[in-house]
């Protein structure tokens, strides 16, 4: 991306695999340069837009999702210290067609982990 402006929205709809009119894999730099310069509520508002552009392509395309912008997103929410958005993101992920990868298992196992500290403190009250 190299500037501070994240692309305006396309005025036509998205074909599948596309968002705002770019493939979605094309944002990852953009995504990147977002997180380092710390803007994490325009990262999550992309990713998220993104998110839903590659579950609508892994549908459409009956092809595996990779984990990758989840895990940028899911990063964005660690971040701001909302362990209930990564939870929500996780469950979504989970719920998703997944390619097998060592990622995806690490998100998995932190599903069970937020899954657990929810338990733990549903016990206390």
Known sequence: MGTDEVP????????????RGRQIW???E??????????LDEAETLLNGILDAEELFSRAS????????YNRLMW??????DLLAERNLLRRYAAQ?????????QMLIRL???EALEDNISSCD
């Not at 305006?8 to 968002?19: L, M, N, Q, T």
């Not at 009956?62 to 912008?69: G, K, S, T, V």
């Open 112 to 114: 069970g982990e937020l």
């Open 26 to 28: 094309t944002y990852m």
């Open 62 to 69: 009956n092809m595996a999702l990779y984990p990758d912008f």
């Open 76 to 81: 964005v929410y660690r971040r701001k210290h």
């Open 30 to 39: 953009d995504v990147r340069h977002l997180i380092q310069t710390r803007r």
């Open 97 to 105: 067609r997944r390619a097998h990868s060592r990622l995806e298992k």
């Open 8 to 19: 305006a929205p396309e005025e036509e709809p998205d074909r599948p695999g596309f968002f």
